[in-house]
């Protein structure tokens, strides 16, 4: 299958990411549905996605109204509908493995065999993902950062039977949403990008645990010294506390305590009202 082919995208999970990868999908042109396993996350994501191009659209960043694109983006909760004429389906589920399993088993079951079947996983194997279809050769990862509509990169990695067709044609529809893809051609775990971001957040918890720094002070650091948007305590309030305690948690890796803490208290960062800052006072104030 080629670029040429891809005119219905099918986005599965509408929370942060899902409504994220839906709307750069509609802005590049694309029909695209946002399924989810409940209504209220379904109407919320489409509300963010309304939010976001409206933002734009007031400051001069659409091609074309928010109107017209957000017309291009359906809701449903209906697995089988969203798929059943998609030809670029992206899943972006919870991260965990048998949820993405039983997602691409149905996805398999009920998506046109041209379909290429796609994973926003951060860090789980797409090998191991792609297993649980009869089309591994047409599983791919395409991993999307956080807010899609304002990240460039877009990580394309191979699983271990995916085919180069199915990959170039991941990349080149990347690219036709005017995204800048690598390609990923080892299915390691984390890929690039976290494999080198989550020590990053993890060294600076790892010095919070110890009492050797203190949030605000580490993430100055980052910030006014090196020029990051974020510092590594603000990034991960930002991107969910959650998503660096799986990335280790599922190789039996030890996890800094201050980040336990975090996730065993439910504080998951600004998607929860309260990380390492406190959002609900509206000025993300440390509170640790
Ligand atoms: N849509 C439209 N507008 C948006 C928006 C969105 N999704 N998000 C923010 N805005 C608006 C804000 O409301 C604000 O509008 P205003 O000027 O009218 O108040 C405007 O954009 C500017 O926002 P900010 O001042 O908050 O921020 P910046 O534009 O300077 O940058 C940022 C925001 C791009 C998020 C920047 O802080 C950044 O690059 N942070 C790092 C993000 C990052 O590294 N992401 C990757 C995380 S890792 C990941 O995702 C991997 C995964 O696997 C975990």
Redesign the pocket.
């Known amino acids: 299958m080629t670029i040429e082919t891809v005119q219905r995208v099918a986005v599965l999970g509408a929370g942060s990411m899902g409504h ?1 990868i839906a709307e750069v999908a509609a802005m590049g042109g694309y029909d695209v549905t946002i399924r989810d396993i409940e209504q209220e996350f379904v109407d919320d994501g489409y509300d963010q996605i309304e939010w ?1 191009l409206e ?2 659209e007031e400051k001069g960043r659409l091609d074309e109204s928010a109107e017209d694109i957000l017309a291009r983006v359906d809701t449903t909760t209906d697995l089988e509908a969203a798929v059943s004429d998609a030809d670029l389906v992206i899943e972006a589920v919870p991260e965990v493995m048998d949820i993405k399993e039983d997602t691409f088993s149905s996805v398999d079951e009920h998506a046109p065999d041209h379909a290429i079947l796609a994973s926003n996983t ?1 860090s789980l194997s797409i090998s191991d993902i792609a297993s649980a279809t009869d089309r591994p050769e047409q599983v791919v990862g395409l ?1 999307f ?3 899609p ?3 460039d990169l877009v990580e394309v990695t191979y699983g271990e039977a995916t085919s180069d067709e199915t990959a170039e044609t991941a990349y080149a529809w990347a690219e036709s949403i005017d995204k800048t893809p690598i390609y990923v051609r080892k299915d390691v775990h984390g890929f690039v ?2 494999t080198v ?1 989550v020590p990053f957040m993890e060294e600076a918890a790892w010095m919070r645990s110890e009492d050797e720094t203190t949030i605000q002070e580490a993430d100055a650091t980052m910030v006014y010294e090196r020029g990051f ?2 510092g590594p305590f603000e ?1 991960n309030d ?2 969910g506390i959650d ?1 660096g305690y799986h990335f280790r948690a599922e190789s039996d890796q030890p996890v800094p305590p201050v980040v336990e803490e975090k996730v065993d208290n439910e504080n998951l960062g600004k998607k929860s009202g309260k990380g390492f800052y406190d959002y609900d006072d509206g000025d993300g104030v440390d509170y640790l």
């Open positions: 994220g976001s933002k734009l951060s991993h950062f956080n807010p509509v304002k990240m990008v976290n971001l948007p974020m990034l930002f991107g998503i």
